[in-house]
């Protein structure tokens, strides 16, 4: 899974295979790191105004 | 602090019926765990499985409930990338039903082999040539993705909704949900595709190899074109029987209307596929390893050639048949016929391909291999059927999961 | 501050994230994964430098060189020693799995007295001087009352140094029941005697006969030559032509260049209608007949009695007629005598088989064959190998208790006058005690070696008659059916654990002494038969005691090889390569001073009566209607049939339609298993007049219809749960039948009916 | 999947089996569970849960009486050589985990038990069933544990295992012609347990590539044949027989295929 594995070997397929995974990793991973900043930040931004609790 | 647990404007059963129902299927779930830890203490001598039979009953049902649960990825495909509006109605539920199916299809994965505790050595010493780490990667990242597409259903029941992050979660995910549907999509396609692959790149196992497009087998995208056309299938019905049992309805027709119809025609040219796929495999992969078609099913004890005729037509042609004539799937009957029909012939198609891949004899001495399950692998193969309705008896009665559910029932 | 709900949700949801971003869960699914990898149930075996020591298996009468891998004091693993003149590297399952008996749960662990009935299982640890004592009180009482005779002792050999001890014991204190378990050794064993005149065994150089004609042999079937046989067989050439005369399609017989399908029972007609032939068509040895033969023509006694010889004898057997017996075609008849006595160098080989198999008449009538291809002494032919002679001490002098006892008749019937010749009848034992009014005959019983609960034909009367016998002492390694009813054990080491010597083993076609040595030092608290003899012997005191002059078993045996000993404790092996003569000349011990093919001293033993020309066979008791199909066992090298039992390796390798769970599956040819509705893996009620056997049915064309065939080896009540409880013993299946010539069993099979259970 | 090899040069370890010589006695299999630690039970009789590295098989030419034959087929692991002998033998390729790998050197196919978690995909993929799983923990009664041979571990429960070819032996020999200065190994330095123990030789062991070993001519000679040949698993343990009966269930034939044009097609289309 990590290139310091021994298994790990440099070759077209490792790299397609592995590519494709931390590809999809990293999206999951980084829209999620987006999305729970987000909230942190929205959430922050509606302290001051108390009460927020509305729907959109 | 006074808000409801249940959705607001919608009626549901009083508690008491409620924890009876759960109590009943808690039974279950029960007897299931029970199974589930006699097979972690013991081992796996506790099942039916042997040295011919080291994919069974549970892989059968893996295969199956991933099929099934491609219902998830097939309608976020359809919603979210080809913006099908229709089927807002149906996604939430398509979800539920993906995120079932695919936390069973993980957990019968951790029972089924012999050291759950190395199970991770699968990703940490990944063989990026077996299908099988392709199936693993896919299939726990989409699940990942499942559980995100899940989260900001959970966090709209109205006591989390009141909390003021995850409101905003809820909120900022269901921004970004293309993306991950997108790539779910993506993990989707090769994870059912590799699940085909798992027999078909078995060339020790003329019943079940397949000639193919570079690395991968036909039974790659036949797979992965079955479990889209399933999928839906399985939605409909489950949701079908939701509406039954709580006796209201739940979804637009079109939503129905549209799924049964691009399942229709999904299963249709499956169905051409699977087809020809059998008829060159007849034909020519495995006469080329002196086998004869006839040869597989003669020597069947069971079910002969049956099993043959009953996945392609019975439960492949007809409902497909069914499914793209607006006239018959008009007829909730039919519908519900067809997709019965759908769900039972992928459910064929997989067992054929895990068990009758293990029976079928390669040296002309030997003998169809038998096999008989044993009550824990049973008992742990109906787990997750208790464990679905548990989270749907959960959700339904808590979260908003059909959006025009109000709508569609003025009266109450 | 006020912990609600809320505040608790976030703590552990917080808690959660938190941990996963530290080392800890990581740490610990690696540590949990190493813990599997590490488990301390699963043995980690200790290293150490590798010895191979060079030995010899005495698991049956084989005596199959071996090399032991030992490290440390641990035996690893027993393999074959190439250069060994027995078997060449050569050995069979049951001598590679030897290790799984000297640590498995079947050995005695140490002296033990029984504590509660006989047979229940019930032991109490004793010291070996409270052990010794014991016996030497019983026998000394015994002794006192003037009843030294009523002691009997079995053993499964009478050829090595513990069974000399043994012999030399009885013979100093009084006793002539020396009784050697039974084995197909005791009709070849009679046979050589009554047709060569001398003791000891036949040898045949498989090696390099370009013909071997087996009636009805195991020989590649687990039979004790297997070791030399495989051996032979796997150096084989294609031009060497192995016949199996066999009703049954064996290993042996599948292996064969052809499988000749006699019925059972009609070796020896089969074997007078090939002489028939070969004496019709002049196709024998006549200069060997002229110089060496005796009985081949009709002759006349001094008194002027006229006895027919073998030609007149093989008259009536003409193809025509022993087609019929046999059921071969007489095609076949013609045309493997003509073979046989065109090969080259051709044996014609009996015995090896189940104990029973080979009566002395078969044996008789297969040496004639070998006689009338002239084979005796030649390369590819047929030796005679005498009795060990290094077990040789000076007579010993006894006292009159002795001499008194040792002039008793033998409990068995043996050497008198009806089986004059006849050595032991271990059969008749238990009838001797069974028929006998009041005290049993057999007051004392040591069972050193052989496992006669079990190896005796009829298993039942045996232990009833154990039953009648108020002391039994065993001597077993193991926790055999015999020491199951004993009163007393005194468990011998394993052979990995001791000295040993091994004499020739039958079949073999020169002298081969080896030695067995102690690969190990003893797991348990064992101690060797001879050194228990010794100190019985110097506790009883007396001329006794003075008949016994050897510090222990070890010093006995030293002084004994002393010749040898070195070269025995080099190699393993001492053979008489260079000493040996294989002229005639001396060959034949007889009156005659010939080959006896129709011996004197054979018919003596069938009184007055004039031997008409026909040959006595032994028929199966019971009615035809009811009992249509006949039972016979067959040997597998897979399962041991004698004394000691299958190691665990040996029943993981048996197929499963041999033993499923507890069961042994029987042997019927799929025509005859229709007839009786029956199809593969029924279970089945097994019928004959010895009793009754649930079986279950495996279908094999390869057996002659009307047949059902069961394995030796099975049935078993002692060692352990690894062979116990699984199937049945098919001799006990099989009711004995007296040999009239020589009181031997010679019952080859039992009527038998079969139902579907 | 290892790389290809620097130094040494490559070796392709094989067995021939001659099948008119094995009588089925059993001593390779049992020499084998004494070598390689293999476990037993109180009940082995169910074959499919029985663990065995070679195993073998009774065959019959279905004949009627008394024209019945009988054949023995030991089966260990064939060690495949996969698909255009690349080491792409139809376990390795599968297993998710490497806990089976193609040795280039030798072309031995290992197992590596500490890896291994017991999937079973390597035995769906094996048409020999020649791998075999350890569904109990293994059990050494009484003082038994005291013969286990420290060259091989011990296996845990719920791992796949099966023939190395002995492969301990592989590296002890190797070793030693190491340590005293040797590139090659002598034929009889390096042969497995089953092999030195059949009784009646019917079993010969060495490099396949290697003209001065015995099993090169034998692999060559004209009643030598695999099992499942038309898989195209490539496997290394060859098989002789005499008899033309057991070379045809050796391997699936169509209606009117005959075993010997086969092979020669296969040849033919090997060699272009």
């Known amino acids: 899974m990590f290139p310091f594995s021994f298994e790990w070997v440099w070759d077209i397929s490792h790299l397609v295979f592995m590519g494709g995974l931390w590809y999809a990793l990293s999206i999951i991973g980084a829209g999620m790191t987006y999305c729970v900043i987000k909230s942190l930040i929205d959430t922050a931004a509606d302290e001051p105004g108390e009460g927020g609790h509305g729907h959109h | 602090m006074t808000t409801p647990a249940i959705p607001e404007g919608v009626k549901r059963c009083s508690t008491r019926q409620f924890t009876l129902w759960l109590a009943v299927v808690g039974a279950v779930l029960l007897w299931g765990v029970y199974a589930m830890f006699l097979i972690w203490y013991k081992g796996l001598n506790q099942t039916g499985m042997n040295d011919a039979y080291g994919f069974a009953l549970w892989i059968w049902a893996d295969l199956a409930v991933i099929a099934l649960g491609g219902g998830a990825f097939f309608s976020g495909f359809l919603t979210y990338i080809i913006g099908k509006k229709e089927l807002k109605s ?167 209307e549209l799924l049964a119809k691009i399942s229709g025609w999904m299963l249709l040219t499956y169905m051409i596929a699977k087809i020809a796929d059998t008829w060159y495999w007849a034909a020519v992969t495995a006469p080329a390893r002196g086998f004869s078609l006839m040869e597989f099913y003669s020597n069947n004890p069971i079910y002969g050639i049956w099993i043959l005729i009953a996945e392609l037509v019975i439960c492949g042609i007809v409902p497909a048949l069914i499914l793209i004539t607006p006239k018959w799937r008009e007829n909730k009957n039919l519908l519900v016929t067809a997709a019965i029909l759908a769900v039972l012939g992928v459910c064929i198609n997989r067992w054929v391909m895990v068990l009758q891949v293990m029976a079928a004899p390669l040296l002309p001495f030997q003998d169809w291999y038998m096999y008989m399950p044993t009550w824990q692998e049973v008992a742990t193969t109906i787990l997750p059927v208790a464990y679905g309705a548990i989270l749907i008896s959960l959700a339904y009665r808590y979260l908003p999961v059909f959006p025009h559910e109000k709508e569609l029932n003025p009266g109450q | 501050m006020k912990i609600d709900r809320r505040c608790f949700l976030s703590l552990v949801i917080g808690g959660a994230v938190g941990t996963t971003l530290t080392p800890v869960p990581w740490k610990l699914t690696d540590d949990i994964a190493i813990w599997t990898q590490n488990w301390s149930w699963t043995p980690e075996p200790e290293d150490g430098p590798s010895k191979f020591v060079k030995s010899v298996c005495t698991q049956c009468s084989g005596g199959c060189g071996i090399i032991a891998r030992t490290i440390g004091n641990r035996a690893i693993k027993i393999e074959g020693q190439p250069d060994h003149p027995v078997n060449n590297g050569s050995l069979c399952p049951k001598a ?120 009805g042999c195991a020989l590649m079937d687990g039979c004790d030559a297997a070791g030399q046989m495989m051996s032979a067989f796997g150096d084989m050439d294609k031009k060497t032509r192995l016949v ?217 009367s045996a232990k009833k008659a154990f039953e009648k016998i108020p002391f039994i002492v065993s001597f077993s390694t193991f ?94 092996y001492w053979t008489d390569d260079s000493s040996r003569d294989n002229s005639l000349e001396k060959l034949f011990r007889t009156s005659s001073q010939r080959f006896e093919f129709l011996p004197r001293a054979g018919f003596e033993t069938q009184g007055s009566e004039n031997p008409k020309s026909k040959v006595q066979t032994v028929s199966l008791p019971g009615d035809v209607n009811e009992l249509p199909l006949v039972l016979v066992p067959y040997s597998t090298i897979r399962i041991s049939g004698g004394a000691v039992a299958n190691t665990p390796f040996m029943t993981k390798t048996v197929d499963a339609n041999v033993i499923a769970q507890q069961d042994v599956f029987v042997e019927i040819n799929p025509e005859t298993a229709s007839e009786y509705g029956l199809s593969q893996g029924d279970k089945a009620t097994l019928k004959t007049p010895a009793g009754n056997a649930k079986v279950r049915v495996n279908l094999f064309e390869g057996i002659m219809p009307g047949l059902v065939a069961m394995p030796a080896g099975l049935g078993r009540t002692g060692f352990s749960d690894y062979i116990a409880g699984k199937g049945v013993n098919v001799y006990g299946l099989i009711a004995p039948a007296a040999d009239p010539a020589s009181g031997l069993n010679a019952a080859w099979g039992a009527r038998a009916a079969i139902g579907k259970a | 999947m290892a790389q290809q090899p620097q130094h040494t040069k490559t070796k392709r370890y094989g067995m021939v089996i001659d099948l008119d010589k094995c009588t089925g006695c059993g001593a390779c299999m049992v020499a084998c569970y004494a070598e390689n630690n293999v476990p037993f039970r109180q009940d082995d009789s169910d074959k499919m849960r029985s663990l065995n590295w070679i195993r073998v098989m009774k065959v019959d030419n279905g004949k009627a009486f008394p024209d019945t034959e009988v054949c023995y087929i030991p089966m260990p692991c064939m060690q495949c050589d996969g698909q255009h002998m690349q080491g792409h033998s139809p376990c390795v390729s599968v297993c998710p985990a490497v806990a089976t790998d193609y040795d280039y050197p030798t072309g031995i196919v290992s197992q590596i038990y500490t890896r291994c978690f017991g999937c079973r995909y390597c035995m769906a993929a094996c048409p020999y069933h020649a791998r075999k799983f350890n569904w109990w923990d293994p059990k050494w009664p009484a003082d038994m544990e005291k013969y286990l041979n420290p060259d091989v571990s011990a296996r845990m429960r719920g791992v796949v295992e099966k023939c190395s070819f002995c492969y301990h032996r592989y590296q002890k020999a190797r070793d030693k012609a190491y340590v005293e200065g040797r590139d090659e190994l002598h034929e009889d330095e390096y042969q497995t347990a089953c092999t030195q123990a059949c009784p009646t030789n019917a079993i010969t062991f060495g490099d396949l590539y290697n003209p001065e070993h015995a099993v090169h001519s034998l692999s060559r000679s004209k009643n030598a044949f695999r099992l499942l040949e038309r898989l195209n698993t490539n496997p290394k343990v060859y098989y002789l027989s005499s008899k033309s009966w057991v070379r045809r269930v050796a391997d699936n034939y169509l209606e009117g295929e005959n075993p010997e044009q086969v092979a020669k097609a296969r040849k033919a289309a090997a060699t272009h």
């Open chain 2, 90 to 256: 149906i996604i939430n539920y398509a979800v539920i039903i993906g995120f079932i199916c695919y936390s069973s299809a993980l957990l019968i994965l951790a029972l089924d082999i012999g050291q759950p505790l190395r199970g991770w050595f699968i990703f940490w010493h990944a063989n990026v040539h077996s299908m099988l780490t392709e199936v693993a990667f896919c299939l726990s990242c989409y699940f990942a993705v499942l559980t995100i597409e899940f989260i900001p259903l959970v966090l709209e029941n109205p006591k989390l909704d009141r909390i003021p992050f995850l409101h905003h979660l809820s909120h900022n995910m269901h921004e970004v949900m293309a993306v991950f549907a997108a790539t779910g999509v993506f993990l989707s396609f090769f994870h059912q595709g590799s699940l085909g692959g798992v027999a078909g790149v078995l060339y020790g196992r003329p019943f079940a190899f397949r000639e193919g497009l570079l690395i991968w087998p036909w039974t790659f995208f036949l797979f992965t074109w079955s479990a889209a056309a399933v999928g839906p299938c399985f939605t409909m019905l489950v949701t079908w029987l939701t509406e039954k049992i709580t006796q209201k309805k739940l979804v637009r027709p079109e939503a129905f």
């Open chain 3, 96 to 215: 590679i799995s030897a290790t799984q008996h000297l640590y498995g749960p079947s050995r005695i662990q140490g002296p033990m007295k029984r504590a509660g009935e006989r047979g229940q299982g019930k032991w109490e640890k004793i010291s070996w001087d409270e052990a010794i004592s014991t016996v030497t009180e019983k026998l000394a009482e015994l002794r006192t009352r003037g009843k030294p005779h009523s002691v009997a002792c079995i053993s499964d050999t009478d050829r090595n140094s513990v069974a000399y001890l043994l012999d030399r014991f009885l013979r100093a204190y009084g006793s002539p029941n020396f009784i050697r378990t039974p084995s197909s050794a005791d009709a070849q064993e009679l046979a050589l005697y009554l047709s060569f005149g001398r003791q000891g065994t036949i040898g045949y150089d498989f090696k390099q006969s370009d013909f071997i004609l087996s009636f």
């Open chain 3, 244 to 460: 199996q005369i066999e009703a049954r399609l064996s290993d042996t017989a599948a292996k064969a260049s052809q499988w000749v399908a006699a019925k059972p029972g009609t070796e020896t007609d089969l074997a007078l209608g090939l002489g028939h032939v070969m004496v019709r068509d002049g196709l024998y040895d006549k200069a060997f007949i002229d110089s060496h033969g005796f009985a081949f023509e009709d002759r006349e006694d001094e008194a002027g009695n006229a006895y027919p010889g073998y030609r007149s004898l093989v008259r009536d057997y003409s193809p025509e007629k022993v087609a019929k017996t046999t059921g071969l075609p007489e095609k076949t008849i013609e045309s493997l005598a003509r073979a046989f006595a065109r090969a080259r160098r051709p044996v014609a080989v009996t015995g090896f088989s189940n104990p029973a198999a080979a009566s002395v008449n078969q044996a008789l009538a297969v040496f004639a064959l070998n006689a009338l291809a002239g084979n005796f002494q030649k390369p590819g032919g047929v030796f005679v190998i005498d009795e060990p002679d290094y077990l040789s001490w000076t007579e010993m002098k006894i006292d009159k208790t002795a001499s008194a006892g040792n002039q008793q008749a033998r409990i068995d019937g043996a050497g008198t006058k009806r089986f004059a010749h006849t050595r032991y009848l271990p059969n008749r034992l238990p009838e001797a005690i069974n028929s006998s009014q009041g005290d049993s005959p057999v007051q004392a019983l040591l069972v050193a070696g052989g496992n006669p609960l079990y190896t005796l034909a009829d298993p039942q």
């Open chain 3, 479 to 572: 926790m055999d059916e015999t020491a199951e009813q004993a009163d007393l054990l005194l468990p011998h080491p394993h052979f990995l654990e001791c000295y040993q010597d091994v004499p020739t083993p039958a079949g073999m076609a020169k002298t081969v002494i080896s030695l067995a040595r102690p690969v190990v030092k003893p797991v348990y608290d064992t101690r060797h038969t001879g050194d228990v003899i010794i100190e019985t012997a110097k506790n009883l005191g007396g001329f006794i005691e003075n008949a016994f002059p050897w510090k222990n078993h070890e010093d006995f045996l030293k002084k004994t090889l002393s010749d040898q000993w070195e070269t025995l404790e080099k190699q393993g």
